[in-house]
């Protein structure tokens, strides 16, 4: 079990604003700043958001990431076909030394 | 350009050591904050840390796994290096390298960061392990 709590499916469709929840604790979340990561089918994770709410180079901006406490949520706006795709949050956690992963949700695009 | 690349067995026996290698190209080993870390997969499953190195040779481990691991790098070769010993059918997974840029501050006695992720990801190396 994930120390990182999100839900295992998510779904929108094309066009459609979906969110996607990542709650943790005051060792992780509450503390340290969150990542996000894309992973395609097949593929390794990329990754989306770090420090909270930034987005590397070439990541659209339909793409945002937000904290508040110790819970932290990703945004996708004008969703696409090519979103689908399994997301799952990552931060260091102060009591295990060391980062941990969210177990992902599987986005689906209706 | 940044790139990882992970290289080892495919198959390994139960109670055997496997050793992963990371030849990473774009970046130096030895320079700045800069850390490389391998991630891993099974199947279906979430990602797990596992272990890390800073470019001043400074390790971390996943405290579950810690006795198991050893990780460490050649700068002249540009390579990361994983060992996991007593292999199990558990350990059956997608291994992954990653350089993880990184700033941090001591507050006391304590490390802390002010960011911490996985910027560029080798495409990752499956190992089963059965006998």
């Known amino acids: 079990q994930s120390v990182l709590t999100q839900p295992p499916s998510a779904s929108g469709t094309p066009g459609q604003r979906v969110t996607i929840s990542c709650s943790g604790s005051s060792s992780n979340i509450g503390t340290n700043t969150v990542n996000w990561y894309q992973q395609l089918p097949g593929t390794a994770p990329k990754v989306l958001i770090y420090n909270n709410n930034q987005r590397p180079s070439g990541v659209p901006d339909r793409f945002s990431g937000s904290k508040s406490g110790t819970s932290a949520s990703l945004a996708i706006s004008g969703l696409q076909s090519e979103d689908e795709a399994d997301y799952c949050c990552?931060?260091?956690?102060?009591?295990?030394?060391?980062?941990?992963f969210g177990g992902g949700t599987k986005l689906t695009v209706l | 350009q940044v790139t990882l690349k992970e290289s080892g067995p495919v198959l390994v026996k139960p109670t055997e050591t496997l050793t992963l290698t990371c030849t990473v190209s774009g970046f130096s080993l030895s320079n700045g904050k800069m850390a490389v870390s391998w991630i891993r997969q099974p199947p279906g499953k979430a990602l797990e840390w596992l272990a890390h190195?800073?470019?001043?040779?400074?390790?971390s481990y996943n405290t579950s796994l810690k006795n198991r691991l050893t990780i460490s790098k050649d700068t002249s070769k540009s390579q990361v290096v994983l060992t996991m010993t007593n292999m199990d059918p558990v350990d059956t997974a997608t291994y992954y390298c990653a350089r993880t840029p990184y700033d941090d501050f001591w507050g006391g006695y304590v490390r802390n960061y002010y960011y911490y992720y996985m910027d560029v990801w080798g495409k990752g190396t499956t190992v089963t392990v059965s006998s």
């Open positions: 190195i800073f470019s001043n040779d400074e390790t």
């Open positions: 990552a931060v260091w956690d102060d009591s295990l030394n060391g980062p941990v």
